[in-house]
């Protein structure tokens, strides 16, 4: 259950608005209004009968948390805001009266293990940087990577449009399959690793955050993560990462 008066931010981001991070900056900008008047503090208390509202509309106090996690399929795009999108992930998840955000994100051609809830606390916890949560990918590539390309993934990694990308870990499963092991997850990271290479990602499947696995969840089917399951997809230690990589996890 959410703490009794919160503030502000968390009353947000426990609500499943935002994150805690945007929760902050959408008061600030003054998006956020308490009892009827524009509420520009982050810090002040929430209590049972104030009414929180973001750009008008009311916000309400979580009462039970939900963790969901989906296997989607190739096609799909997983932002709710982009009202032009014909298939959106968030359409494939059938749960009334639940308002769920994504913990990250899958770009449109990537496929695979994608965590919803209404917890903003937790889905911050998964997608800040300074907690590094793992991120594991199966990545198909055009041609074999070399030890050198490798190496240089995973040491000093490579520059793209003023970031610096690179991999925890990289491994070799068959020549040109590979499973890479994200710590931070920048936007389309492994397929720009690639592309600075010139070489190009021909499939792309995240199969694990953390310690939560995909394992035979069907394309595009969905189900909620026990109390367990969420707090492993949180370990900083991705339990894919070890073994044999027989089970089946871009940016």
């Known amino acids: 259950m959410p703490e009794s008066d919160p503030n502000l931010t968390k009353f947000l981001a426990a609500s499943g608005a935002a994150s805690r991070r945007h929760s902050a900056e959408l008061i600030k900008a003054g998006h956020v209004s308490v009892n009827g008047e524009i509420c520009t503090d982050p810090s002040v208390r929430i209590g049972p009968g104030d009414r929180v509202s973001l750009d008008g509309k009311d916000i309400k106090a979580v009462g039970e948390f939900v963790y969901v996690m989906l296997h989607k399929p190739r096609g799909y795009v997983c932002t709710s805001e982009d009202p032009h999108a014909p298939k959106k992930a968030l359409d494939l998840i059938h749960i009334p009266g639940v308002r769920l955000v994504s913990a990250g994100r899958l770009d449109k051609n990537s496929e695979g293990l994608i965590l919803f809830s209404n917890d903003g606390a937790w889905i911050e916890k998964l997608t800040h940087p300074r907690h590094g949560t793992r991120k594991t990918y199966q990545v198909t590539t055009d041609r074999p990577l070399t030890p050198a390309d490798i190496r240089l993934l995973t040491t000093s990694g490579v520059q793209n449009d003023g970031e610096t990308l690179r991999a ?34 021909r499939r792309l499947k995240r199969i694990a955050v953390g310690g939560l696995r995909l394992g035979g969840l069907p394309m595009g089917q969905w189900r909620k993560l026990t109390p367990a399951e969420a707090r492993l997809a949180l370990g900083s230690q991705n339990a894919a990462s070890r073994g044999g990589m027989k089970r089946d996890a871009a940016p």
């Open 168 to 201: 925890l870990s990289i491994r070799a499963q068959a020549p040109g399959r590979y499973i890479f092991i994200l710590g931070e997850g920048k936007n389309r990271e492994i397929r720009r690793m690639l592309e600075s290479l010139d070489n190009r990602t």
